[in-house]
């Protein structure tokens, strides 16, 4: 039996977080490939349904990455992230999905290692969690 | 004799003519002259029907009751016809040529030979109802002429509202009436009347839009229908030819007319009424007659001119006073509380646009719909009616005159939508199939 | 296209326009118009219509279908084309960002396990089988996304108290499945038919022959769009109007005077299922019923269906309608759908374009009201 390797999904903002990811790129920081990032301008711009279509469509963990609070670049839109992914584990709580297949993270642009970091806790954590069962098709 | 064949002179007999209204007058009066006997059995007091309550008729807009009274009176003073009014048919037995007709004549506690319809009693009488002559906008007497023009001119006593007949008190008019005319005791008669052919011209009835909530009436104050507007611009009218709107009584200054209220409607009546257009214009062009300032609007969804010079009606109206014609049919009218305006919400399906109008009256141009009654007297003459309710032919295009009962023919409204030319048409021409079964001169 | 016609009798149409002409969307919307979507069916351009974005517009509110005198069925035509649209390839307009389908698709998997009954107290009696099954839709998901100015979950406790009051233990199942309303009418028949069939699952289990629920969507969806899944059992279907109805007439229970009251009839429960009378009694039970001006079939809608098209128009509809509401003195307005609600009371949640004193008529479900009006509580 292969050992299950979960498929991530990250929301990165274009300001902070992906500059971050990349910076975790050029410094040669390891972290596992079962990332796939997508850039949003801001991370308040991530509907909660973003999140929970990618977890429909197969992903087994999702992460929202954007500036620390009062950073943001539109001012106030990592605090609506904060709120939308409040409301979503709400949801996924009683939908009866695991939230913890959902992390916010604030990283800042200078921050290449904590990205690399999360990246690692977070596909532990998922594996811990086991494959997501939506994506199996009925 | 003119002609080559032998001739048969049969005895001229007579024919019932069932409705009064003026299919059915000139049924009588084509009759008549030519000798037959005519029994003209109409259920309301008076004979007319629904034109006598029109103000004017299209194309021409003549004034209604000036052509219609002439034909009435004539019809009273004929010898050879006899008017059952206040009265109903209740059986036909026989055959063609030898028909026994039952007909109820209703008491209206009035000795018709006496009464001169001086209108004595009617001044004294303390009891008043809602006036379904006037589109109930008014009141008259519990005994009463149901307008100045009836024929026959006798006074009626409305039995559901006499305080004598349903409470034993008051009896004024009977102390009032020099001819000695009112007779409480008068009950309902039966007659028999041996005729050789029946006509049946018992027109139509309106359509009660009050469930149709979209368009408020009864609801609303300026929501009325095309009768009752056509009541209130009749200058004989109960508000004397003036067009009133709530609050203060203002004529309106724009007035909206709604084509095809219940009819074209498959949740209604499916059938075109064939009026509709025409009277709305009709009144369009009235009312910018009594104000100058006046505005009307007609929604339609086809305007249907086919008569002789309908179109050039409808041209008219739109050229020399001023009617704007929108392709539409509105969907919902909403009144404003304070001001009693009213919006009109509606597809202008021309210019693709959705709108709504404010104005301040609204008529709304209803269905005509079989008489009420039709079925069970469709039962008591062996007739069918169709899908609609209206009295079926024996074949539409051949014999449309004709049910499938011998000897008993049909004519007007009731046969199938129509107007008042084309009904004094039929009525003719129901007259002449009568002769075929009534006696006269056979080849 | 040609079958959606057939079945909707829209080959009747005359283009008379009554249509358009009673849309509460088309006078705020000029882009909307059914009369015109139905003309471009009849010209066969099935292409325009699935690519238009208007095809979401629509709010299915049925004020149209009601009038048509040809009896062209509008409402079951949009579905009709929306449902083609999405087998086109086109993605249904959603509000709230999609979030509200993505809840429901995600609840048409088997094996999900939710966690939907933390909302049942211990006053409350609830059986896992028995005679009346208590469908309570998404409540729990209102709750979670709406809970900063509306409480959808009062609604399910109101009715479960008072379905106890009237010696009922109600089944209510941790495996109910949203009943698929909002996914059918925005296109997506494929995802609505698996939730039937779990739904009917569960329905079957409980052992329930009576299935009472306080969203007239669910009503509809049950008594209308399940017919064929349901068939061959016999089961009743209520809304909880109709049940509070009958036990007031049957003097099972009494409720207290509330105040005076107006009246909004939810589109699914008035036009859609033709109640318009069980509300009603229940209202003038507990104080006077004052209506508004436009009521009964004549009632607005909220402005939003099927969490399709949320915008200006909608908010613009809302407003009218409070205005509406506020204007009649009544004390309070009173409907009994939670997304009626939900709407209403989002319209003046945040910014209100006109001032507060015209709008600010409180907003409360019926049962909700019953449930509070209760005598002897």
């Known amino acids: ?48 349904s973003y999140i929970l279509k990618a977890l429909e469509l197969g992903a087994d963990g999702v992460m929202v990455a954007g500036c620390h609070i009062g950073d943001c670049h539109y001012v106030s839109g990592n605090k609506k992230a904060q709120e939308r992914v409040e409301t979503l584990l709400r949801v996924m709580k009683t939908l009866g999905l695991d939230p913890r297949r959902v992390r916010l993270e604030w990283i800042s642009a200078s921050e290449g290692v904590k990205f690399a970091n999360t990246v690692k806790e977070f596909v532990e954590e998922v594996k811990e969690l086991g494959p997501n069962q939506l994506g199996v098709r009925e | 004799m003119p002609h080559a064949g032998r001739w048969q002179v049969n005895e001229m007999k007579s024919v019932l003519v ?164 009112v007779d409480y005791e008068q009950k309902d008669t039966f007659v028999d009347l041996n005729v050789a052919a029946v006509i049946v011209a018992t027109g139509f009835d309106m359509f009660d839009p009050t469930h149709m909530q979209e368009y408020g009436y009864g609801k609303y104050a300026n929501v009325i229908t095309a009768m009752e507007y056509e009541r209130m611009i009749c200058a004989s009218g109960p508000t004397g030819g003036h067009l009133e709107t709530a609050p203060d ?60 010079g309908f179109e050039e009606y409808a041209v008219r109206g739109e050229k020399e006073y001023g009617i704007k014609y929108i392709r539409g049919r509105p969907g919902q009218i909403i009144e404003d509380a304070s001001t009693k305006k009213l919006t009109v919400w509606y597809d202008d399906t021309v210019n693709r646009k959705v709108k709504g109008l404010e104005v301040d009256m609204a008529v709304l141009c209803t269905s005509l719909i079989p008489a009420k009654g039709s079925d069970k007297l469709a039962a008591i003459l062996d007739i069918e009616l169709d899908e609609y309710g209206l009295y079926k032919s024996r074949d539409e295009l051949t014999a449309p005159l004709d049910t499938r009962r011998p000897g008993v023919f049909i004519a007007g409204y009731c046969q199938s939508p129509k107007d008042i030319p084309e009904s004094v048409a039929q009525g003719s021409g129901a007259a002449a199939r009568a002769t075929e079964v009534a006696g006269g001169a056979y080849i | 296209m040609k079958q959606i016609i057939k079945r909707t009798k829209a080959y009747y149409c005359v283009e008379c326009g009554k249509c358009s002409g009673s849309c509460p969307v088309a006078r705020v919307n000029e882009g909307f118009s059914p009369r015109v979507i139905v003309e471009r069916a009849l010209s066969g351009m099935k292409g325009e219509i699935e690519g238009d974005r208007e095809l979401w517009t629509c709010l299915t509110c049925e004020a149209c279908t009601t009038k048509c005198p040809s009896t062209v069925k509008f409402s079951e035509f949009i579905r009709g084309m929306r449902s083609s649209a999405f087998n086109s390839g086109y993605t249904s307009r959603c509000s709230q960002g999609g979030l509200l389908h993505s809840i429901q698709r995600v609840q048409s998997y088997r094996d999900l396990v939710q966690n939907r009954l933390q909302w049942i107290s211990d006053d409350l009696k609830t059986s896992t089988e028995g005679e009346v099954l208590y469908f309570t839709g998404c409540l729990p998901y209102f709750e979670n996304l709406f809970s900063g100015f509306v409480n959808p979950l009062e609604i399910a406790r109101s009715t479960v108290k008072i379905l106890n009051k009237a010696g009922i233990s109600p089944v209510v199942s941790p495996n109910e499945r949203c009943c698929g309303h909002d996914l059918l009418w925005t296109g997506n028949v494929e995802t609505f038919q698996k939730l039937a069939r779990l739904n009917v699952e569960m329905i079957k289990e409980s052992g329930a022959s ?122 309070m307005l009173v409907t009994s759908c939670p997304k009626c609600l939900i709407h209403l009371r989002c319209a003046v949640h945040n910014q209100i374009p006109v001032e507060k004193e015209k709008v600010d008529i409180p907003v409360v479900d019926l049962t909700v009201a019953a449930c509070r009006a209760l005598a002897g509580e």
């Open chain 2, 18 to 181: 069932i409705g009064g209204g003026i299919a059915g007058i000139q049924s009588s009066l084509d009759l008549a002259n030519r000798g037959y006997h005519i029994y003209l059995v109409e259920r309301e007091p008076s004979i007319g029907g629904h034109m006598a309550l029109l103000d004017k008729t299209f194309p021409t807009n003549d004034c209604s009751m000036c052509i219609l009274a002439p034909k009435m009176n004539e019809c009273n003073a004929h010898p050879n016809i006899d008017i059952l009014s206040y009265s109903e048919v209740m059986d036909l037995s026989g055959n063609a040529g030898d028909f026994t007709a039952r007909v109820q004549r209703k008491a209206r506690y009035i000795n018709e030979e006496k009464c001169t319809g001086c209108g004595d009693c009617t001044a004294r009488c303390p009891s008043k109802v809602p006036n379904e002559y006037n589109g109930n906008l008014d009141k008259r007497k519990s005994i009463f002429l149901p307008y100045p023009q009836a024929v026959p001119r006798v006074m009626t006593i409305d039995r559901e509202h006499c305080i004598y007949l349903t409470k034993g008190k008051c009896g004024n008019c009977k102390k009032v009436c020099n001819a000695g005319a």
């Open chain 2, 249 to 308: 009584k203002e004529h309106p200054g724009k007035i909206a007319f709604i084509q095809c209220v219940g009819s074209r409607d498959l949740q209604h009546n499916p059938y075109c009424c064939s009026v509709c257009c025409m009277h709305a214009i009709k009144e369009s062009i009235l009312a910018r007659e009594h104000y100058e300032d006046i505005k009307p609007y007609i929604f339609y969804t086809d305007l249907r001119a086919v008569g002789k």
């Open chain 3, 210 to 331: 009576r299935i009472v629920t306080s969203c007239p969507e669910c009503l509809r969806t049950l008594k209308l769009d399940y017919a064929d899944f349901l068939e061959g059992t016999d089961i009743e279907i209520v809304h909880i109007s109709e049940f509070i109805s009958s036990l007031i007439k049957n003097n099972d229970i009494k409720l207290n005077r509330a105040g005076i009251m107006t009246y909004q009839d939810p589109c699914r429960l008035g036009r859609h299922m033709g109640i318009y009378d069980a509300p009603r009694e229940v209202i003038k039970s507990m104080g006077e019923l004052v209506e508004m001006n436009k009521n009964r079939e004549e009632s607005s809608c909220c402005g939003v269906s099927a969490w399709a098209t949320c915008e200006g128009n909608s908010k613009q509809m809302q407003i009218e309608r409070l205005i509406e509401a506020k204007s009649t003195g009544a004390d």
């Open chain 1, 1 to 48: 039996m292969t050992e299950f390797s979960p498929r991530i999904v990250a929301f990165c903002c274009n300001w902070c977080s992906y500059v971050g990811a990349d910076l975790a790129g050029t410094s040669r920081l390891q972290y596992p490939d079962n990332i796939r990032i997508i850039k949003v301008m801001c991370s308040g711009q991530v509907f909660p």
